[in-house]
């Protein structure tokens, strides 16, 4: 299995990323889907998931500016960033799990990690 992701880069405050996370070697229409981070001295939180049949969850701090989706079609799952802010920064990893999708707080079951990529919101 490999989750290959792909969009970060440096934005201003007020700007917009989109990330992308091209799976392989699983079933992908089976397996929800999450988008991690980790910000420099903090622990890595989930951001978003996104289940088999397209339910969004969300952190608080990010609803109304990002957007998690999956094209099933292109084993690839987006998370759309706007209005970003300088406490925005940090590596975003993408995440995979087979479990249920009432497991999808639980970091522990996703079983397979795409390699992360940066996102560095400057004031």
């Known amino acids: 299995v490999q989750l290959q992701a792909s969009g970060g880069g440096s934005v201003q405050a007020g700007g917009s990323l989109t990330l992308s996370c091209a799976a392989s070697g699983l079933t992908f229409s089976d397996t929800v889907m999450g988008w991690f981070r980790q910000a420099p001295g903090k622990e890595r939180e989930l951001v978003a998931a996104c289940d088999t049949d397209g339910d969004t969850h969300y952190v608080d701090s990010v609803k109304g500016r990002f957007t998690i989706s999956r094209d099933n079609a292109k084993n690839t799952v987006y998370l759309q960033m706007t209005g970003l802010k300088p406490e925005h920064t940090a590596v975003y990893y993408c995440?995979?799990?087979?479990?249920?999708?009432?497991?999808?707080?639980?970091?522990?079951?996703?079983?397979?990690w795409g390699q992360g990529t940066l996102v560095t919101v400057s004031s």
């Open positions: 995440a995979a799990t087979t479990k249920p999708w009432r497991y999808r707080k639980v970091q522990s079951v996703y079983r397979y």
